[in-house]
């Protein structure tokens, strides 16, 4: 993405799995931030008959699509679960897409500033060095495991081997330009929220 195309003032949302990112960007979406999330571009991007589902399905075959022509997600995570050179192959193709949905989206946005929702921030940080700020949701692992085997309904080693397919916690808070600790009470993360928010709004209109 060409960094100096128009638009808005842009902070990188980020987390392990499980941190609490979806309920932060709610958060920050209901203050009136504009909210732009990879998890939704990388399922519009391959969305039946675009030209990203075609270049998956010349990549891993016919059996990654339903009956219907739609992706079978749990095909693909199939063909590609502790497979890293598949892994890649995938990523090759999404990501460019992704940033590309990125791009589009971007240059309609008229709020002060957007979040970008990123969970692979850090995985794919060279695409990414043009926000403006990155804010990093951070728990200890040991509130991340628990969680994660909570949420998901998952055996403590399962949840161990999700985490550690991850980037380290190290490696995202060495990144961050902003920490949220989403360990504490609801009213705690309201706090640190508009703390931010009013932070990011006198960033973006250059009054800081």
Known sequence: ?????????????????????????????????????????????????TPGLKAVVAEFGPQVLTPQGALDRS???????????????????????????????LTAIQ??????????LVETWPAYRWLDRILVVDISLATQHSRLMQRDDITADLAEHMIAAQSSRQARLQRADDVLDNSGTEAALDTHVATLHTRYQELASGQA
């Open 1 to 49: 993405m060409n960094p100096t195309a128009a638009r808005p003032w842009c902070v990188g949302l980020s987390g392990g799995i499980a941190s609490g990112k979806s309920t932060v960007a709610r958060r920050f979406q209901n203050l009136g931030v504009a909210i732009l999330d990879a998890d939704v571009a990388a399922r519009e991007v391959v969305a039946p008959d």
């Open 75 to 105: 095909m693909l995570r199939a063909l590609v679960f502790n497979k890293p050179a598949a892994r890649q192959r995938l990523e090759t193709i999404v990501h460019p897409l992704v940033q590309a949905w990125f791009r589009q989206h």
């Open 111 to 120: 709020a002060c500033y957007a979040m970008l929702v990123i969970p692979l």
